[in-house]
């Protein structure tokens, strides 16, 4: 399974980005997808989710200003960034949380992607 970010730019405070992540290769379902960001020299944390049904949750900070959703039909899910930040800035990772049929069941895994940057200049 693959995870792939692309969209990450330099961008002036209070302008707009789109990322892309999308998951690829075998497995049975992807149940969730998740952006986590990371700023230089922090932890990396949880911005937004969406479940494969819709459901969507945001960290507090980011609440009103970003947008997560999905594309079932291409395993693709988006964040629609505005209003943007200096704090804003991190490299945004997108975490895959998939089913995989295997011979003693069906089991859950959970993958990353490399990362794509977001700055945000004041």
């Known amino acids: 399974v693959q995870v792939v970010e692309s969209g990450g730019d330099l961008v002036q405070a209070g302008g707009s980005l789109r990322l892309s992540c999308a998951a690829s290769?075998?497995?049975?379902?992807?149940?969730?997808m998740d952006w986590y960001r990371q700023p230089p020299g922090k932890q990396r944390d949880l911005v937004a989710g969406?479940?494969?049904?819709?459901?969507?949750n945001y960290a507090e900070s980011v609440k009103g200003r970003f947008t997560i959703s999905r594309d079932n039909a291409k395993n693709t899910v988006y964040l629609q960034m505005n209003s943007l930040k200096p704090e804003d800035t991190a490299v945004y990772y997108c975490?895959?949380?998939?089913?995989?049929?295997?011979?003693?069941?069906?089991?859950?895994?959970?993958?990353w992607g490399q990362g794509t940057q977001v700055t945000v200049s004041s």
């Open positions: 290769g075998t497995f049975s379902s992807i149940n969730r």
């Open positions: 969406i479940t494969s049904g819709g459901r969507t």
């Open positions: 975490n895959a949380e998939v089913a995989i049929l295997q011979p003693a069941g069906l089991f859950t895994y959970s993958y």
